[in-house]
């Protein structure tokens, strides 16, 4: 066993769209993931974790920052993340840590601090303030590509129709890319973070942005046919997609406007339309991409252990955002279903006992910063919305612990979509979930609210808020969802004051100041 450094290593791993309940350990006894199973088995998983708002940019900025959408305003990809923000790689520097990117982070940056013709302001997936980068990867793919390239592979159709199945078929089936199944995009970056790694001498910081399994869904041998479509049902949702159109305006929006090729290069319609069997085959290989990402992520964990350093290294996994796969006739993310937002959580620090048994208490992304505060011993940050997870991973139960989830979903973006639909203004173009035990509220800024009794319709398909019945529940919610926000009101400077003795009180420091 390798000697505990004063100091130890961080490995933060995210994966782009992976839903909660897609791993073993949660108690899917189809999806196969033993590496992230055998993960949870050292250390603590979190049942009930929540990402709090969608798509990509939006889901990462609460994650980095430790700050709900409302206060910390992304409210879509492209939009800027304020630079007044702390967030963890700033952190883990004034720990003493040089933090590594491998992958990307989806950060548009302020444009306050940047000149008008600089080139970094021409497009979202900049890098987040802190960052050095050992490996990036943005959406055009091309260093993956170029490494493809250098082995043989033919990579002129480009990304995303490199996805694509070799075989030309246009039918929805197994039929697998052109690429193997040692150069995927996660091996890839495993190979990047691999080398990075042997040049470390300890007490590193390492971020692994993983993009799948988003889509496009396309896996290759073995993973393809990994899951047998026929037992990859049970989806959430009403018996057709006119009935689930009747549950809200916003539903019926989202429906009429998703495009299958957003998720399957060159295939047209919408998925709507998509059949039974279509959704099972696309979920056989949502699952194989999700086998796969943890294959990769064994053979990261084995090169630790190789290394000597696996004692030594806490390991964080969690997804940005979830995937409906299916759910709902839908593909994609955002909206205010649970598919969308239900994200693994594992957290494996060598330095305490496995835990065993999960964590069924609500989580959330805005968590995780302040988790990592504790874990690098650095002071806490009042101002945060999140709240440390460190008790629990020493087997303990805080006080008043959240009782309910909370996310929040822009939908403002742009011309065709589920705004100009519902004739909603853009400020008014957003919902915000409060997600009990039992009742699940949907508050939209500008359409009705919605209820729902996860009890008796745990698939989100009955609206209970006009039911006289469930009334005094409907009331009590919108009041518990006032009581959120207000409580959550930006707190960055209104925790302090100044005084004739000069600044009482914490307040959240300006970078660089």
Known sequence: ???????????????????????????????????????????????????????????????????????????????????????????????????????????????????????????????????????????????????????????????????????????????????????????????????????????????????????????????????????CGGFARAAAPKIEAKVHPFVAAELQRTKTGKFLPGRKGKVRDLTDADFRQIKALYYGMISEVDAQLGRLFEHLKATGQWDDTIVILTGDHAELMGDHFSLGKGGYFDGSYHVPLVIRDPRRKARGAGVTLFTEAVDLFPTLLDLMNLPDQPWLDGKSLLPFLDGKMPADWRRHAHFEFDFRVSPGTSSRKMQAPPRSANLGVLRGERYKLVHFAAAPSLLFDLQTDPFETVDRSRDPDCRDIHVEMLEQLLSWRATHLDQSLALGELTQDGPVGPFAPLPGA
């Open 1 to 231: 066993m390798a000697r505990r450094k004063a100091r130890p290593n961080i490995l933060f791993v995210t994966c782009d769209q992976w839903r909660g309940d897609a791993l073993g350990v949660a108690g899917n006894r189809l999806i196969q993931t033993p590496n992230v199973d055998r993960l949870a088995g050292e250390g603590t998983v979190f049942l009930r974790h929540f990402a709090n708002a969608a798509p990509c940019a939006p889901a990462r900025a609460c994650i980095y920052t430790g700050l709900y959408q409302m206060n910390n305003r992304v409210c879509r990809n492209g939009t800027p993340l304020d630079d007044r923000h702390d967030n963890i790689a700033r952190a883990a520097r004034r720990a003493g840590y040089d933090p590594t990117l491998f992958g990307y982070t989806d950060v548009a940056p302020d444009p306050r601090r940047h000149d008008a013709n600089d080139p970094a302001l021409k497009g979202y997936e900049g890098i987040l303030p802190g960052f050095s980068v050992g490996q990036l990867l943005p959406e055009h793919q091309r260093q993956w590509l170029a490494w493809l390239a250098a082995q043989g592979i033919d990579v002129s159709m480009g990304s995303p129709d490199i996805h694509r199945p070799a075989n030309g078929r246009k039918a929805i089936d197994a039929s697998p890319p052109v690429y193997s199944a040692d150069q995927t995009e996660t091996a890839f970056m495993t190979d990047a973070f691999m080398r990075w790694h042997g040049a470390q001498e300890g007490g590193w910081f390492a971020h692994l942005s993983f993009i799948r399994p988003h889509p496009p869904f396309a896996v290759p041998a073995p993973y393809n046919t990994m899951y047998d479509p026929n037992d």
